[in-house]
Structures are given as structure tokens and as C-alpha cells.
């Protein structure tokens, strides 16, 4: 048998700090090794797996597509664009989208067209606000708005043009504003920070300052939105609208996909300011809009509020089983569970021998970040095998 395992460490950079395990299928919530070994993922391919693997929909979108037309350019029109375009303006408050491939290309060109914005109707400003423990994304523009020292310090000197402060502080941003900011940017909860939820009226509070200074509130909702915490975009669980908003991950169901939206008033681009060769093909969008439209038709949010409220539920009884559990966080199907030293890779690595799969998203917490369409007994699969693994971590 081939030892793909091997063959990677030859051939690839050492970037990735991957686990012991190939994959080879995928179905709903289960994948399978090369051995035929059966895994419950709660990873999801880092939350893209929206409605799990190869879902019916997806599949037959794509199948029907990459038949049809593959890729033509943004030199025509072409018409799975158009239909998802209609369908996430439909179902937002924002008015116009621009189409990319990935969360970094979508968090990218919002800075880009908010920085156009501020140029045309701000007098110049350019700055954009963004915080501590944020990801945004890895070119080297969104290293300087990912407020984390770790990602910066390799890559300096960092493109100017960005403020990081505390999260969940609104006075850090309103210090931090000067007349050369044209606006802030934020997740509405970090995700890679660690799933950290912002108070309640800290999205409410910033966006009535970014209105008080005619400046432009950003929501980066490659990990929040298409239905992950539990309604369609993240800020309408908070009751705020953005003037941007950037969207990547479960936004193609799997296939790779980002876009940003704009109200009418920021859609500032010009043609010639902003483009992309692959952004917006056929195959992407077409399974973009199958994955949206069951999203919204089988309201999928609504399903991700009851399992993300059962999987808390279940997950607060292991904490107040277990003293070195000291955190529960999350809202719907994005959560963490942090411990009081450095687990998380042995906790991840005893559930994947057990056939669970989840991400150390920080030395000392796991992040649960299923599909989106999981069942509770599901649920009830991954907390069986994981509870032993705590137990044993006791012992
Ligand atoms: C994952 C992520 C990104 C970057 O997305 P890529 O597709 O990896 O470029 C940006 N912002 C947030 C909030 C993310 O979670």
C-alpha cells in the first residue's frame, strides 16, 4: 500500500501540522481512511462542510455543472453567478457581491473597497480597525488586521494601514479612531481566536460609533456566517447590519468559494478596481446556490440553534464533571471547550483513535465545528467517545 504519509514529507512544505490520519471518502457527518476506517468529523474541513460531505444537493449541482460550463472568465455573464448573487442579496441586508475564492481573497477585498470608500467620501482616510486575537486571513495585509503577534512578527515589515485593539472593548476602538480611519473590522465571535463571544451589545455599541463617525463597520463572517451559529449571517444573531461583509468556508459546501457583500452606499468599486480570474465560476457558484438554497429552504439555521443547544448542554455536563474543563464557549454549531493546561492535542488525539474527529484550535481548547445538519445522535456519538477520553485524563 502506498504511504501517502511519507510521500508528503518528502514532497511538501512543512507548513501544516497535520494528524496521522488520510482520508479518503466522505458522507454527511462521517469520513473513512485508506484502511476503510469509519470517523465522526467535527472538524468539517475547518467548518466548510456545511451541510457534510458530499451532500446530495452539492453532488448533483457540481455534477450537473462541471457537464455544463467549468469556467468562462468575468468577461461574460454567466449564470450561477447571477442566481447566487439574487439569493445572498435576497436573504441579506446588504445590496451588491463581488465573488472570490477563499475567506483571506473575500476579507482582502472588503479592506480593498473599504479603503476606495474612504478615498472617495472620507477624505482620503484609509486605516482600518481591527483586534487582538482576530484571523482574518493570511496574505500579508490581513497579518497586519489579524491582531495576533505569532502571525506578524515572521512576516514584518507588514503593510501600514492597520490598528489592532482588545476585543469586546468599544472604547479601545473608539481611542483608536483618528480622521485617517475609514473603518472597523471584525468577526462577530473570533473563531480561530478561540471562539470568543463579545458581549451582547458590543456589535450594537460599534456599529452606532462607526455611524457616528460616518466610517464603515466590517464584518469578517468567513467562520460565522452561512448558517453556523445558528441564523443565516452571524450579525443577525447580534440584531446589527454591516456595511461589508466577507463570507468564505461554508459558503460552497465544501468546494472552494468566498465572496463580499456591500450596501449600496460602500459598492464604491469602479470597473478596472477590483478583479478575479476564477472568482464567481460556474462550478463554485453552482454549488454555492445548491448549498444556500437547502440551507435556507430546510431552515438549516433553525436546526443548528436546537443541536448547538443540545451538544452545550451535553458538553456543560462534562464541565461540571470535570475541574480541568474551565471554559464553555459557543453559540450554535461553533463551540470550545477549554482546560486549564495545554490538553488539547492529547484530547484530540485519544478522540481520534475513538473515531471522533476534532480541532485543537488553541493549545489548551478544542473546537466542535461540525455540519451543519448533524442529528443528536450524532451528538450523543461524539460526547460518548469523548467523555472516556477526559476520564482518563483524570485518572
Ligand atoms: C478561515 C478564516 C479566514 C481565511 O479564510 P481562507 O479561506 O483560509 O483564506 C478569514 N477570516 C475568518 C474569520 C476565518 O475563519
Not at 453532488?59 to 454567466?78: D, E, H, M
Not at 465572496?259 to 457558484?285: D, I, M, R, W, Y
Request: net charge negative.
Amino acid at each position: 500500500m502506498t504511504n501517502w504519509q511519507a510521500l508528503e514529507k518528502k514532497y511538501f512544505m512543512t507548513t501544516f501540522k497535520r494528524m496521522p490520519l488520510t482520508l479518503d471518502q466522505g458522507q454527511g457527518a462521517r469520513v473513512w481512511d485508506e484502511q476503510g476506517k469509519e470517523y465522526l468529523d467535527f472538524t468539517a474541513g475547518w467548518g466548510v462542510n456545511s451541510l457534510g460531505h458530499c451532500h446530495p444537493a452539492v453532488v448533483g449541482a457540481v455534477s450537473l455543472q462541471v457537464r455544463t460550463l467549468i469556467q468562462a472568465s468575468n468577461q461574460f455573464y454567466t449564470i450561477p453567478q447571477i442566481k447566487l448573487a439574487e439569493l445572498l442579496v435576497g436573504n441579506s441586508c446588504l445590496d451588491r457581491v463581488f465573488f472570490c475564492n477563499s475567506g483571506v481573497e473575500a476579507t482582502e477585498g472588503a479592506v480593498k473597497l473599504a479603503r476606495r470608500y474612504g478615498k472617495l467620501h472620507l477624505d482620503g482616510a484609509f486605516r482600518i480597525i481591527t483586534t487582538f486575537n482576530s484571523f482574518h486571513g493570511r496574505t500579508l495585509s490581513m497579518i497586519a488586521a489579524t491582531g495576533q503577534a505569532a502571525h506578524q512578527e515572521l512576516y514584518v515589515p507588514l503593510p501600514d494601514g492597520f490598528v489592532n485593539v482588545e476585543y469586546n472593548n468599544v472604547s479601545a476602538i473608539k481611542e483608536a479612531t483618528s480622521p485617517d480611519t475609514c473603518a472597523v473590522m471584525l468577526e462577530p465571535i473570533q473563531g480561530e481566536g478561540g471562539v470568543n463571544i463579545p458581549a451582547d451589545d458590543y456589535l450594537k455599541e460599534v456599529r452606532a460609533w462607526c455611524d457616528e463617525k460616518g466610517i464603515l463597520l466590517i464584518l469578517d463572517e468567513v467562520q460565522t456566517g452561512i448558517g453556523r451559529i445558528g441564523t443565516l449571517f452571524g450579525h443577525v444573531s447580534f440584531g446589527v447590519e454591516p456595511d461589508i461583509m466577507a463570507l468564505g468556508k461554508g459558503l460552497g459546501g465544501g468546494v472552494p468559494l468566498g465572496a463580499f457583500l456591500a450596501k449600496e452606499k460602500a459598492a464604491v468599486f469602479a470597473p478596472g478596481e477590483h478583479g478575479s480570474t476564477f472568482g464567481g465560476n460556474p462550478l463554485a457558484c453552482a454549488a454555492g446556490y445548491a448549498t444556500l438554497k437547502y440551507l435556507i429552504e430546510e431552515d438549516i439555521p433553525g436546526k443548528v440553534r436546537e443541536t448547538g443547544a443540545y451538544l452545550m448542554s451535553e458538553l456543560t455536563k462534562l464541565k461540571s464533571k470535570y475541574d480541568f474543563i474551565t471554559e464553555l464557549r459557543g453559540k450554535g454549531l461553533l463551540i470550545a471547550l477549554q482546560f486549564d493546561r495545554e490538553l488539547s492535542d492529547s484530547v484530540v488525539r485519544a478522540c481520534l483513535d475513538r473515531g471522533l474527529l476534532l480541532n485543537p484550535v488553541k493549545p489548551n481548547a478544542v473546537r466542535f465545528v461540525p455540519p451543519l445538519n448533524i442529528t443528536k445522535n450524532d451528538v450523543d456519538e461524539a460526547v460518548g467517545i469523548l467523555e472516556p477520553v477526559l476520564a482518563e485524563l483524570v485518572k
